[in-house]
Structure formats: structure tokens, C-alpha cells
């Protein structure tokens, strides 16, 4: 069966040669600039996505629990665009073996829970390019030296500890400090890089090379609370390579039933829509045309299928 399952697979490099050099992996990462990125727990929602024009999806594997193989087999031989997937924080593994099937992209996620409460992965021991989350730029500083090229610019977990139903306005605050963190650094001096980074978590060697480039070495892409192409084509102008949409572009019942009937006694505000290749659609050209208002206008037409459920209480 493994066999079978890493037949399937087509990865980045070679499997035979193992290459781990940063300025390589950031290169593959770039594949995902200017486009959407879809989370999906099954083959069905992922050639929706794929349909719709994401760049690439990333498998949900359930509440604090991972997938077997074969359904990260499946939903890889149903799509064409890159597949990513998710190992617990520090369970370098989980790694391993998603780098041995040979999936494109590896979330080291907080969304799991963690395997090591002390340290993430090692991630330049991979020359699969790695992505994570962070909440500020000292987060997202520490994520680069450990070798992530792709950031996840998220606010804080909700208080039903939830993935996909962070607040817009966390995220928003959180893109705006760390791209005013970013162009802080991009100003200084060259004597105030020394005195930068005894303040945060970096290398002189980072810090130099982010005032030379004047951006993270790293794909920052916006997740958390983006439900629109307004909302998309906002975090675009904010100065973010992309955006992750959440699970609640679907409609899924046994996702919400899974997440919150049978253990929380409040919901949030959920978003169900009947046609998410329609919304998928939408927000592909909001980030694709996100300066253009005109374009964007026309995005936000024909979503009116989408129900907001404002009502938090459950009966029963």
C-alpha cells in the first residue's frame, strides 16, 4: 500500500537528491504569489476548489487527529494543482512521512495540537518547503529561522479554539503590525540592525537580509476570517502574497455538526454557501484583480445564496 500511495505522489524535487537550500524551497513557495489557497477535507471539495482557480489546497484532517495516507492519496490523484498537508507542531515524523509520499507543501500546524510543547521542526533538515502560522513579527521571525518559507498572518485562536473562525479584524491588525514591523527594519541604518536584532528573535543574518530585500524571505499569506472577495482583495492591499480560505466556503454538515453540536454550546457566525465554486470563483479574481474596483464590484454580485447564521444558541 505504501508502495502504491508514493507512486501516486509527483513532488517538487527529486526524491533521490535531497535539497534543502533555503533560497530553492522560498522559489517553490513563490508558486503559491498572487493566488488562493483552499482548505479541504475531501476529494470533492478540492476539485471544486481546483475548478474554481485556487493555486493550491490544503487537507483538514479533522479535529486534533490525522488522516490516513490513503485519503491524502485520494484527494492528491483528484486535483492537479499542489497539495498540502498538515503534521502536528514538532513532530518532525509526521514530516517525514509526508515528505516520503512526496506531498507538495507540509503546514507544521497549531490546528493539531502539539507533539512538542518546546520546539517546532527543524524544518532546513526538509528540502520540502514548509509553511506556518504567526500571530507577529517576532513569531514570524522565529518560523524563518527554523526554515519556513510560507507564513500563515493569522489572529488568535477563537474562543471556541476553532479552526477557520478568527476574526477579520485579528488578522487585519496582525498583517498591518507585521508589515509595519517589516518597513521599521527596511528603514533603519546599518549600525541599527545590530541594535535590532538584540531586540527580537533573528540572526544579524536575517535581519540584513530582510532590509536588503525589504519584505521576509517568506510567502506571507492572510488566514483567519476572510469570507469575501472584499474581504480577500483587502489583505491583498494590505501587503499579503495571498490568502487562505477556510472550510466555511462549504457547505458541510458534518462539519458543523463534528465542530459544534455535539460538544459547544454556542456557535459563531457561520457562513453556508450553496455554490462555493461561485465564492471560490469570486475571491480568485478579487485577489487577481485586487486593486481594481470595478473588477472587484463584479466579483461581489450572485453571492447572495451565502446565509450568514447569526443565531449562537443551539436548542436541545
Known sequence: MADAIISVFDSFADSESKENSPPIKLGLA??????????????????????????????????????????????????????????????????????????????????????????????HNFRIPFACGCSNFNDALARITEGAVILWIQGEVSRWNLPGFNDIAETVRNVRSMMKETRNLTNTNEDEVFSFTKKVIASYGLAAEIKRMGKLPAMQI???????????????????????????????????????YSSNPYRPDILYSSNPYKRIRAIVQAVKHYNNPSILAECSYGLDDTIAEDDYSVEG
Open 30 to 123: 513563490k508558486a503559491l504569489q498572487g493566488g488562493v489557497i483552499v482548505e479541504v477535507t475531501n476529494a470533492e471539495q478540492a476539485k471544486i476548489a481546483e475548478e474554481a482557480g485556487a493555486s493550491c489546497i490544503v487537507i483538514y484532517p479533522g479535529r486534533f487527529r490525522t488522516r490516513d495516507l490513503s485519503h491524502a492519496c485520494q484527494i492528491k490523484q483528484a486535483v492537479s494543482i499542489p497539495v498540502m498537508a498538515r503534521v502536528r507542531i514538532g513532530h518532525f515524523v509526521e514530516a517525514q512521512i509526508l515528505e516520503a509520499v512526496g506531498v507538495d507543501y507540509i503546514d507544521e500546524s497549531e490546528l493539531l495540537g502539539n507533539a512538542d510543547n518546546e520546539n517546532y521542526i527543524n524544518k
Open 222 to 260: 492572510a488566514s483567519g476570517g476572510i469570507k469575501t472577495p472584499a474581504d480577500a482583495a483587502l489583505m491583498m492591499q494590505l501587503g499579503c502574497d495571498g490568502v487562505l480560505v477556510r472550510l466555511e466556503i462549504f457547505r458541510s454538515e458534518a462539519y458543523i455538526s463534528d465542530f459544534f
